[in-house]
């Protein structure tokens, strides 16, 4: 390509409005090059970096943020040619990286990379993108958990049932069947996405929200997730697999790859000890929605006779993360009218529409340097560490069944009884 047809093609890929607004589409694009070479062989990376060189005239400081969004299988080789080319120094200016996921495929992968990027970069020079912290609604759980003082005391086992993660999609694999046949929905979603939910729910008030206190509590929260060996990983999980996932192109009409999972998890720790924690994710399902919800523990007496309490519900807090973006808290009222009956309603906040894009967020961060929405390298590998049991349980013999389920359903109906009994998963209406 030249720099031309590069641009023309990122004009036709931006889901930004620029037709009206040419001069501003016109000031970036001439900002962007297109440079051919591999990433992974030094001598390519040498003329890119006397390319770069050449076009900031020889500045005495360039400041650099190389962004790898590669097939996993490069980054080693990548890092290690930009070392080698000398790209890594920070001698004449910042030199970051980011780096996309997935990162590693298992806590040994995961510790390789990471000791492999260590040779070559310092943590502090790391960006790993997980995009869901650059989502408004998720920062906002720092705010709503530690801005508010009536939430906090009620945020532990003594008053929460237990939590729900939900990260459900309608959109189906698509034309990244190849990339998910070796994926499935643990790596895919749980590893990254779901444990960071987690984490950001669960961890302790950290003393400030600079990136490393910060993610100090989320490594710790991690590290406190229980371990189950594989058959109290398979016990605790069941896996599913959408009717029709198997015709698309590159998945084996034998494929036990699951496109939905639910897990059960315990956080032992003083705060969680005994308080289970489901999280469930799929593809093709009724609609997008990620969600999590807090059940509150019925209270400890009924005042009221049966009839009375017909309509009571324990206390739910909903966090609606995307889309319809909301924060919902059901309460238990008396029905107006002459008899006294309960009935349960909810008290609700809706975040203004048309919140921004993740990845605005993060690269901004990247560019200031701000590393408090990126993954550090403990917690990567303490994710894994959750992970790999059920991923090593559902590649044995000792998983449940992988149960199909209709495309445009909530996921299989064991999930129903999975969470039951008397737990019902938080749908939206
Ligand atoms: C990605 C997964 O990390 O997140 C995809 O690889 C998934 O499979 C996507 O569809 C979901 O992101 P979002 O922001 O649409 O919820």
């Known amino acids: 390509m030249t720099d031309e047809s590069y641009r023309r093609l990122l004009f036709e890929v931006s889901t930004d409005d620029y037709e009206s607004d040419l001069q501003s589409w016109l000031d970036f694009a001439n900002q962007v090059r297109y440079f051919q070479g591999s990433s992974n062989d030094v001598a390519s990376l040498k003329r890119l970096d006397d390319y770069i060189r050449a076009d900031t005239h020889g500045e005495a400081k360039d400041d650099r943020i190389y962004y790898l969004a590669l097939s996993p299988t490069l980054y080693e080789g990548t890092v290690n040619a930009l070392g080698d080319a000398g790209m890594l120094d920070e001698t004449n200016g910042v ?17 390789l990379l990471n000791e492999a990027i260590h ?59 190849a990339y998910y046949e070796h994926s499935g929905v643990l790596r895919d979603m749980f590893q990254s996405h779901i444990l960071q939910l987690l984490a950001l729910v669960a961890m302790e008030p950290p003393a400030t929200n600079h990136a490393n206190s910060l993610r100090d509590e989320k490594a710790k929260v991690l590290s406190a997730v229980r ?46 000890q005994g308080v289970p924690f489901y999280m469930r994710s799929g593809k093709a399902l009724k609609s997008k929605f990620t969600e999590i919800a807090i059940q509150f523990r019925q209270p400890p007496h009924r005042i009221f006779d049966v009839e009375d309490a017909s309509g009571l519900v324990p206390n739910m807090l909903r966090i609606v993360i995307q889309p319809d973006e909301a924060i919902r808290l059901t309460i238990d009222n008396k029905r107006p009218g002459p008899e006294l009956r309960a009935q349960a309603q909810e008290l609700e ?21 701000d590393a408090s929405l990126f993954t550090r390298a403990d917690e990567i590998e303490l994710s894994w560490a ?17 149960y199909p389920y209709a495309r445009g359903s909530w996921g299989p109906i064991a999930a129903a009884q999975f969470i039951g009994p008397g737990r019902y998963w938080s749908n939206p209406a």
């Not at 970051?96 to 298992?106: A, H, I, M, Q, S």
């Not at 594989?230 to 698309?248: E, L, M, T, V």
């Not at 959750?386 to 349980?393: G, K, L, N, Q, T």
């Open 95 to 111: 030199r970051r990286l980011v780096v996309e996921k997935p990162f590693g495929t298992d806590l040994d992968s995961a510790r």
């Open 119 to 177: 040779a070559r970069a310092n943590e502090h020079q790391l960006f790993r993108i997980d995009h869901y912290l650059g989502k408004d609604t998720v920062q906002n759980l720092i705010v709503f958990r530690f801005g508010n003082t009536i939430f906090e005391p009620l945020w532990n086992r003594n008053y929460i049932d237990h939590v729900q993660i939900s990260v459900l999609e309608d959109l189906d694999v698509a034309d990244r069947a």
């Open 349 to 369: 906040y809706r975040f203004p529409v048309g919140m921004r894009d993740a990845y605005e967020r993060l690269l901004l961060d990247a560019v200031g340097g």
């Open 227 to 272: 371990r189950p060996n594989r058959q109290q990983a398979a016990a605790n999980s069941i896996r599913g697999q959408y009717n029709g996932y198997r015709d698309h192109d590159g998945v084996s009409q034998a494929s036990a790859i699951s496109t939905y999972g639910a897990l059960r998890l315990f956080v032992d720790n003083w705060r969680w």
């Open 386 to 402: 959750v992970i790999d049991p059920y991923v090593e349980a559902w590649e044995t013999e000792l998983a449940s069944q992988l």
